[in-house]
């Protein structure tokens, strides 16, 4: 009887923990709204950023970058990408437009760059 109990009373536990779980994560998906061109271009270089990130972090983990110094290429492009996020979220801080889209479309360029190149061959 008292195994049943411990049983039951480890099951309500599970359930009530996993269930704060599901509830703590929130929806599924970004909750972001971009209220205007220089937060939604602010938040395009970050999720650029982030996804460079991670597909020099797969390909390096995985052993497939073409080179050391195609890995040191990538490393030195990601500190400059990340550097140019900053500065393009003081530049929305100052309420300086131009320079937000000119930096971001630079983060661009080169967050593709970096995915272009963690994704090439070993030679």
Known sequence: MKKQNFIK?????????????LAWAG??????????PVQE???????????AWEAFHHAALGGTLASPDMQTKIEEALHTSRLLLV?????????????????????????DQI?????????
Not at 27 to 36: K, L, V, Y
């Open 41 to 51: 271009s602010l938040y395009l270089a970050g999720k650029n950023v982030e996804e």
């Open 27 to 36: 929806p599924a998906g970004s909750q972001f709204i971009p209220q205007n």
């Open 87 to 111: 500065d393009a979220r003081n530049a929305a801080r100052d309420n300086d437009t131009k320079t937000v889209f000119k930096i971001t479309n630079r983060i661009e360029k080169i967050s």
């Open 9 to 21: 009373l480890t099951m309500i536990a599970w359930s009530i923990t996993w269930g704060m779980g």
């Open 115 to 123: 995915k272009e190149d963690s994704q090439r061959p070993k030679q």
